[in-house]
């Protein structure tokens, strides 16, 4: 691992949350989304959200960064209610968050490089060679300096997902929030991308929240999951806890199993009679 | 926004108008910090002004050519063929110029603008930029917004001296006008501040426009390949009336 370890006092994870979320709710249109959670989030761990696909992760995350305002609860960061700050102090708060997005949203005009050189250009007047010896080690710690001078369109999915994590983590923010890491990656490379995870949060003290649905990979990382479901927290705890907990959310959720509390199914009106069957039956 | 009150065609453009208002107001807003990024406004101006710079100069041209021919042909009913230069650039410089250099950015680089923009934020590269804390404001719709001010102007200026160029070349070249008195009715006749300067300011004023419009298009289409389609056409057809109303009301101002 070539990540450099200047700042290398070790961060004691201290008791104080760094995020801190109460009774957040959101609806989206008519669709409830969050419906009472409450969170925390503690300085210098590695928290994994977890829950069925459309619970509202991402939306979690858009409401950590400011991009979504909550219909009621709180949301704070570094002890800042986000909901409140204004633009100036919103973007300041965002200079100390790295964000990965779920999709890489890369910009398309820009090489590899430039896409990772892209924050540090506009927040840090770095000497030309500073700045060029940052964004190659980051783009070394997700493998990918061989493909500086590409641009988006030429790479991969696998590949863009960890330009994006380069960028993410460029900057070496005081939060970074990963919106699946894993997906799309080969073992190799996840690996790879887990030991980063581990690194930024071992020596750098960097908070790390990480959506992802890979329990193996989270159980390498993590000190304390979350699962979500129905807009709620319904449990957490340690991931080798939290496997092997006894409720039926976990069972059901790290079981796999179709039938349980959390719906797998989008909610819709009774399949026989959406097919036409029922008027049939009788 | 009131889901009633979108529902009137006529009400759902009140609304659109005013949140360009809004919109207008937040890009001036953004313009002070966008200096920061003088490159990106370089590159826009480029874009921009080099780019239309060919369909400009070949517009202009036979513009300027029909425009000799058709008007050489009315001035020898009244036996003023001497006239011609000067009817010629008047043309250009009060109306033709201003307008067709619009409507032509339009078409050209407005169209590009909207597209580039909706599909940046359909791809999410808005919200990537805002969560790396640039405001796409002012990195992405002031300096497109200032480029078209910044080169609608100097277009307008080529056009134009493309047009003159093929008044011209068909009136002296081809028709067998004097060049003495082409060029001396010209420039005696044409001033500055009445002919010349009106022009321009019209120019820069639908540089503003046309681009506003296609910024503002870009930054609110649905994010769907239908949407950004939709926008792209929008901005053609607003761009096109509002030119065309504003040259209205501004030459009613300034004769
Ligand atoms: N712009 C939107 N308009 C309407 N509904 C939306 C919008 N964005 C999200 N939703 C709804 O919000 C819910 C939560 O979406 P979100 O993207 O947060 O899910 P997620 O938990 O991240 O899922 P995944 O694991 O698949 O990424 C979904 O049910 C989705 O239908
Ligand atoms: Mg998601």
Known sequence: ?282 | MNANLRRHWLLQGIVSLGECGIFFVAVLGALPKSLRYWRELCRQVWFVGAMSLVIVMVCGLFVGMVLALQLYYTLSIFGGTAALGTVVALSLFRELGPVVTALLVAGRAGTAVTAEIGLMRATDQLDAMSMMAVDPLAYVASPRFLAGVIAMPLLECVFNAMGIFGGHLVGVSWLGLDNGTFWGNMTSTVTLHGDVLDGLYKSIVFGGVVSLIAVFQGYTAPPTSEGVAYSTTRTVVFSSIVILAFDFVMTAFMT
């Open chain 1, 1 to 282: 691992m070539s990540h450099d370890q200047t700042a290398s006092a070790k961060h004691e994870p201290s008791s104080d949350a760094l995020v801190q979320v109460r009774g957040l709710r959101t609806r989206i249109g008519d669709k409830v989304i969050f419906d009472g959670l409450d969170l925390d989030v503690p300085r210098g761990s590695v928290t994994a959200v977890m829950g069925p696909s459309g619970t509202g992760k991402t939306t979690l995350l858009r409401h950590l960064t400011g991009q979504l305002r909550p219909d009621a609860g709180s949301v704070r960061v570094d002890g800042e209610e986000v909901a409140k700050l204004s633009r100036r102090a919103l973007f300041a708060l965002r200079e100390r968050i790295g964000f990965l997005f779920q999709n890489s949203a890369l910009l398309t005009d820009f090489s590899v490089f430039e896409n990772v050189a892209f924050p540090l250009r506009q927040h840090a007047k770095l000497p030309e060679e500073l700045l060029r010896d940052i964004v190659l080690t980051k783009l070394q710690a997700v493998g990918l300096r061989g493909a500086a001078g590409l641009m988006p369109s030429e790479l991969s999915g696998g590949m863009a997902r960890r330009v994006a994590l380069a960028r993410a983590i460029v900057f070496d923010p005081m939060l970074i929030l990963y919106d699946e890491p894993f997906v799309g990656l080969d073992p190799i490379a996840l690996n790879q991308v887990l030991r980063l995870i581990r690194t930024l949060n071992r020596t750098l003290g960097i908070t790390s929240i990480l959506v992802a649905h890979e329990l193996a990979a989270i159980r390498q990382v993590a000190d304390r999951v979350y699962l979500i479901a129905n807009g709620k927290l319904v449990a957490q705890g340690a991931p080798d806890e939290l496997a092997h907990q006894n409720s039926p959310w976990t069972r059901q959720f790290f079981g796999g199993e179709a039938d349980g509390p959390v719906p797998f199914h989008y909610p819709a009106p009774d399949y026989a009679t959406e097919l036409g069957f029922a008027g049939r039956a009788q």
